[in-house]
């Protein structure tokens, strides 16, 4: 299995900040994603995080509004720029651990609140 | 890209009744489909996943089926139980978890 850590757990913002979350796992991991989740939805794959290269968005998501670091195989950071309402939502990283066929486990989730 | 449909959206059953939670996927590349479990406030995880070479598994009270030619996987909970209450998604993905899709979830409702 693996643990994951996120910062900040919840946070309000005022329209218009950028917010960093952060995800740590307590082991080297290949590939972590970033997912969304807005409330009583579905989760919506953001982003593959990969390490040394960029980040690799889905459609509808674009660097610019969601930047993502992976500087190493344990951690990677969620920028949520320039926000609007609209982005209130709860953000997930997860990861497939090693030896696992594809499992994700999901850190805790970062809820954020933009006024 | 790949998209999971899921039905129904929401599911209420008495307990000890069976559940069936049906989903259908469009990537035939697609060959890892997970179900994952959400309590209301908690993380997903996983309660069974199945390969594309293996056409049923089960797990005590969960099974899942995948039938690969119809692009279908279904979770079956049988005797069912009031903590099996919460949101279900089904998923597909390529080997490894990569690009791993969700469905829309259900929410399923077990009255004791």
């Known amino acids: 299995s693996a643990v994951i850590s996120q910062k900040p757990s919840r946070d309000i913002c005022q329209r218009g900040t950028s917010l960093t979350i952060q995800c740590q796992v307590d082991?080297?991991?290949?590939?972590m994603f970033w997912y969304r989740q807005q409330p009583g939805q579905s989760l919506t794959l953001i982003a593959t995080?990969?390490?040394?290269?960029?980040?690799?968005?889905e459609s509808g998501f674009v660097i610019d509004k969601f930047p993502i670091s992976r500087p190493n195989l344990t951690f990677s950071t969620l920028t949520v720029s320039n926000m609007s309402p609209e982005d209130s939502s709860i953000y997930l990283c997860?990861?497939?651990?090693?030896?696992?066929?594809?499992?994700?486990?999901f850190g805790e989730g970062s809820r954020l609140t933009v006024l | 890209g790949e998209n999971v449909e899921q039905h129904p959206s929401t599911l209420s059953v008495q307990e000890g009744d069976s559940a069936v939670i049906k989903c259908t996927y469009s990537?035939?590349?697609?060959?890892?489909f997970p179900w994952y479990k959400q309590e209301l406030g908690k993380r997903p995880q996983l309660i069974i996943d199945i390969r594309s070479n293996v056409g049923e598994k089960k797990d005590q009270r969960i099974a899942v089926t995948l039938n690969k030619t119809a692009k279908h996987f279904s979770l079956h909970i049988t005797e069912t139980q009031p903590e099996d209450s919460a949101v279900y998604f089904c998923a597909a993905s390529l080997t490894g978890g990569f690009k791993t899709i969700f469905g829309a979830g259900t929410r399923l409702f077990v009255k004791a």
């Open positions: 082991s080297q991991v290949t590939m």
């Open positions: 995080a990969n390490q040394g290269s960029e980040a690799t968005y």
């Open positions: 997860s990861v497939v651990a090693s030896g696992r066929v594809g499992e994700l486990f």
């Open positions: 990537d035939s590349a697609s060959n890892y």
